[in-house]
Structure formats: structure tokens, C-alpha cells
T-cell receptor, first 113, second 113 residues
Framework: KAGVTQTPRYLIKTRGQQVTLSCSPISGHRSVSWYQQTPGQGLQFLFEYFSETQRNKGNFPGRFSGRQFSNSRSEMNVSTLELGDSALYLC????????????FGNGTRLTVT | GQQVMQIPQYQHVQEGEDFTTYCNSSTTLSNIQWYKQRPGGHPVFLIQLVKSGEVKKQKRLTFQFGEAKKNSSLHITATQTTDVGTYFCAGPGSGAGSYQLTFGKGTKLSVIP
């Protein structure tokens, strides 16, 4: 069974631009979560989607948004990029239930210059 | 909001020594999960504990869930260089936040051969 696939692996953007990251979950997994990982803050929860509905949102500004499609694939968007948005963005999929183990993708390394 | 704290932040051990990381939640957890992230990699699920006082073993790794379901520990016996990485604990929120998995900041383990 294929794992969680995230594209692209690396991105370099300029401050003020916007970016879209993509995530394909494991087949059969309907929940997709996004995390931001930085050396100082660790793994910070962004949002979680199930059946195209956002069930939980973390404490991030409105510049961070996401969506999920009917095939469970998900995208997250960051608008008006800031230097502090440089991070590893991880997508994880899981089965339906809350608290189910997460299966992470390899992440997208975003660098904002 | 829910907080999950881990100590120590870093641990350097000689190969063959034991290692323990501790995790504490500000709220009672329905379950606790442990993940390992190798350098340059993504978090990988290790185990989930659900019951109060539960102890589970995976070869040289022993996981324990506290009686009050607010703390947990991971103990590695006779560390090997393959154990190098960052170990995270994570717990789901409650109520409306139950689809959000909150991670501790992790314990980074270095093993000196």
C-alpha cells in the first residue's frame, strides 16, 4: 500500500508570495491533518479534515488555509508569505476515529526568502 | 488549550546505556501515542496506549501510560546507534478538539558508539 505522498518536496518562495502544498493520503484513509515543524516550536497542528470538512483548526493566522477533496486528497495554502513561515510542512493521514495513529508523508520543506 | 510536555529535550548516551523520556499532559488523555523521527525523516508511529497503567513492550522499548492517564514514558534498554532520532509523544484533545493530536516537543536522542 502506498504511503502518504506530499508534493513538492522543496519550495523556495519570496516574502509576500503565496504557496499551495499537496497531499495524497493512504488509500482508505479519510482523515488528513497538517502540521508545521520548526526547530524551535516542534510539531504544531494546523488543521484536520474529514470528508471535505475541517473538523479542527490550530492556532495559526488566517493566511493558512486548507481544503480536502472528495477523493480525500488535501491541499494547504499559505498566502502573503512571511520569513517565519519557513518550515517543514507535514501531512498525515489516518482512519476515521479521533486519536487514530497518524501516518506522515515526507513533508514539504518551504523556505521563504 | 491542551499542552503536552516532554523531558528531557536532549539526551546523549553511550551505546549500551539505557534511555528514558517522559511525557506529561495538562489534561487527561483518552490515549497516548509515541512517534520516532530519524534525522532528515518524518515522524513514524511506534505505539498507542489506551488503558490506565498500561505497559507495552517492543523488543528493547518499553512504553508506559500513567494511572491518571496524564503521563507516559518510553524506556529503551541498551541503546544502539539505530535508536538515534527524536521521540515524540502525542495525545488527542477532548470534545471539539478530539481530532487534533497535540505533540510534545520531543526528546532528541544521540547515541555515542
Amino acid at each position: 500500500k502506498a504511503g502518504v505522498t506530499q508534493t513538492p518536496r522543496y519550495l523556495i518562495k519570496t516574502r509576500g508570495q503565496q504557496v499551495t502544498l499537496s497531499c495524497s493520503p493512504i488509500s482508505g484513509h479519510r482523515s488528513v491533518s497538517w502540521y508545521q515543524q520548526t526547530p524551535g516550536q516542534g510539531l504544531q497542528f494546523l488543521f484536520e479534515y474529514f470528508s471535505e470538512t475541517q473538523r479542527n483548526k490550530g492556532n495559526f493566522p488566517g493566511r493558512f488555509s486548507g481544503r480536502q477533496f472528495s477523493n480525500s486528497r488535501s491541499e494547504m495554502n499559505v498566502s502573503t508569505l512571511e520569513l517565519g513561515d519557513s518550515a517543514l510542512y507535514l501531512c498525515a493521514s489516518s482512519l476515521v476515529d479521533s486519536g487514530s495513529p497518524l501516518h506522515f508523508g515526507n513533508g514539504t520543506r518551504l523556505t521563504v526568502t | 488549550g491542551q499542552q503536552v510536555m516532554q523531558i528531557p529535550q536532549y539526551q546523549h548516551v553511550q551505546e549500551g546505556e539505557d534511555f528514558t523520556t517522559y511525557c506529561n499532559s495538562s489534561t487527561t488523555l483518552s490515549n497516548i501515542q509515541w512517534y520516532k523521527q530519524r534525522p532528515g525523516g518524518h515522524p513514524v508511529f511506534l505505539i498507542q496506549l489506551v488503558k490506565s497503567g498500561e505497559v507495552k513492550k517492543q523488543k528493547r522499548l518499553t512504553f508506559q501510560f500513567g494511572e491518571a492517564k496524564k503521563n507516559s514514558s518510553l524506556h529503551i534498554t541498551a541503546t544502539q546507534t539505530t535508536d538515534v532520532g527524536t521521540y515524540f509523544c502525542a495525545g488527542p484533545g477532548s470534545g471539539a478538539g478530539s481530532y487534533q493530536l497535540t505533540f510534545g516537543k520531543g526528546t532528541k536522542l544521540s547515541v555515542i558508539p
